[in-house]
């Protein structure tokens, strides 16, 4: 058995990758030619355009595109609200039927059937 798994092994070496030289130390020219070269500089990226006089809603932060007016925020209230039944109903559909129990008492304590 011992035989067998030293052929093996002899094998197997012989098929095998050379292994990694670790920590060679005196190769300190060959290190330097494999840095990476530095990145390119970046341009600037663009200058929004300028606002054009006349064109806002007359709002002094300077927003242009803030989203739509009054209908859109009524469809936006509207799905809002359709989305809350939804999870409430998907919420209540995963819980089960609610089982409450009341116990009427008078003002001694005790309770009235």
Do not use: C, E, W
Not at 47 to 66: C, I
């Amino acid at each position: 058995m011992a035989l067998r798994l030293s052929v093996m092994r002899a094998m197997a070496a012989a098929k095998a990758a050379p292994r990694p030289k670790f920590n060679s130390g005196g190769s300190k020219a060959s290190a330097a030619t494999q840095q990476a070269p530095a990145p390119a500089v970046q341009p600037p990226p663009p200058a929004p355009p300028a606002p054009t006089p006349g064109s806002g809603s007359g709002s002094a932060s300077g927003s242009t595109g803030s989203g739509g007016g009054l209908g859109y925020q009524l469809l936006m209230i509207g799905g809002s609200m359709m989305g809350m039944f939804m999870a409430f109903a998907l919420v209540q559909r995963l819980m089960g039927p609610r089982r409450i129990t009341v116990i009427h008492k008078d003002s001694s304590g005790n309770v009235i059937q």
